[in-house]
């Protein structure tokens, strides 16, 4: 199959093969907006075509839904792995290429991650546009980020991704050059335009470091008030943000797309006279990019400082594409240091579900929480086991504070539970129930006092 035949279709077409840059991008996205999505082909390789690579493949779908692209078609080949030059094997490249004619897509986008080389060949061969899944969601992440470092974030993770893909971009000047693939202005190109990607994403880490010093400064002051820190985390779209407003009252962005949630919010609720502080994050997803996982470290912490995490799963999915989702969940937290974190199963939308569904829910995961952000179904559950949390990380305080050190007596009015006092000869005697830290601040204070 010789190379010039994949050449007919779109030959003025400008093939994108690294990030380009926001501004270009909008520009772009504007550009899409008036002439009406961007018509993809899907293209997936696969082992054998089971529900885990049906739901894989509806999965790439969704997401470029969400990033402004219709799914028009989709090609699937059975093999041990994908072909190490082009992805496809021979007959399933033709077959692609003669979809050209019929549906006339804008881009072709895989069901896995690419190499730059396969990228390049597919690229070269079907002169078109080639998205590996990172690249979606990395377009997705850089169309839902709204906050200064959000953007930051997402301008790093697809400067990441691009670093990767810089060589053989301009293999077009290379037979200038004097050298075996070393010397001549390709090579030159080449090295100059990762300096410039170096140094972008070291300006871009510096910036982020000093955001995270300032995030750092809240979270040791929350840490400080000794009130429970809860997270939720969960696959993206099983409506952590929804239930995030209906605890709280909160108005995080809410809507039925992936990675709709990308910057981090936290809130303080009052149950029962307990304090509890609440985080929303970014959402998980299979394969989710290194490159993301490592760009939003410091936005993951507040899962990683958690000392509860309520993993948040959709109720009106299959058993076993939950299971699957649960997996992918479980492994980034693993990834990030959270594995070890105490979760509380919160099965999210059972308004979707018939009652027979949801009592077969109840006997498979007894210990869960059956929850409907919309219609308020569960909350109340929800909100008692989240008091329990806070009262089970209680302590209980027994001290006499000297009459001359009553000012301490405040902090017991405002951080404790089930406050008794009695009068004695040398100070106030008071039981209460503590946060630990609060506790041994005052047993350190009134030591220090009396030891005077």
């Known amino acids: 199959m010789g190379k010039d035949r994949y050449l007919d279709h779109g030959k003025d077409r400008d093939i994108q093969r690294t990030y380009r840059g926001g501004a270009e991008r909008e520009l772009e996205r504007e550009t899409s907006v008036a002439k009406g999505p961007e018509k993809a082909i899907v293209v997936a390789s696969v082992v054998r075509l089971d529900e885990d690579a049906e739901d894989s493949i509806h999965e790439l779908v969704e997401l470029l839904r969400t990033g402004g692209a219709q799914t028009v078609a989709r090609i699937v080949q059975q093999r041990v792995r994908p072909d190490a030059k082009t992805y496809l094997g021979k007959g399933k490249l033709e077959e692609l290429h003669e979809m050209f004619s019929q549906y006339r897509p804008d881009l072709v986008a895989i069901n896995g991650e690419l190499s730059a080389g396969q990228q390049r060949a597919l690229e070269d061969r079907l002169s078109i546009r080639v998205v590996d899944r990172t690249a979606v969601i990395l377009d997705i992440f850089a169309l839902h980020a709204r906050t200064a470092e959000g953007k930051l974030q997402v301008e790093l993770a697809q400067l990441a991704y691009s670093y990767q893909r810089q060589e053989g971009l301009w293999q077009h000047l290379e037979r200038l050059g004097g050298g075996v693939g070393t010397r001549g202005p390709g090579e030159s190109q080449l090295e100059s335009d990762r300096r410039l990607l170096r140094n972008r994403m070291a300006v871009l880490r510096r910036r982020l470091g000093d955001l995270d010093r300032s995030r750092n400064i809240m979270r040791d002051r929350r840490l400080g008030s000794g009130a429970p820190r809860v997270a939720l985390a969960g696959y993206t779209n099983a409506g952590k943000s929804s239930l995030m407003n209906a605890l709280s009252g909160a108005t995080v962005s809410v809507n039925d797309a992936l990675f709709e949630t990308l910057d981090p919010t936290t809130r303080a609720i ?90 077969a829910l109840r006997a498979r995961h007894p210990d869960a929480v059956l929850t409907s952000a919309l219609t308020g179904d569960g909350i109340d559950a929800l909100r008692e086991r989240l008091t329990e949390v806070a009262r089970d990380r209680l302590t209980q305080l027994d001290v006499v504070i000297p009459w001359s050190a009553g000012v301490l007596l405040s902090d017991v009015y405002r951080l404790g539970r089930d406050i008794s006092e009695e009068q004695t000869a040398t100070g106030l005697h008071v039981t209460a129930m503590m946060p630990p830290a609060a506790a041994a601040r005052l047993h350190t204070a009134i030591a220090a006092l009396t030891s005077e």
């Open 270 to 359: 009052e149950e029962r006279g307990y304090r509890i502080l609440l985080s929303d994050t970014v959402g998980f997803i299979r394969a989710l990019p290194h490159q993301l996982v490592e760009a939003f470290q410091s936005t993951l912490n507040e899962v990683h400082d958690a000392d509860l995490i309520l993993h948040v799963a959709d109720a009106s999915e299959p058993e076993h594409r939950r299971l699957a989702q649960a997996i992918a969940v479980e492994d980034v937290l693993e990834e990030i240091g959270a594995g070890a974190i105490p979760r509380l199963l919160v099965l999210n939308k059972i308004d979707r579900i018939s009652n027979e569904d949801r009592q």
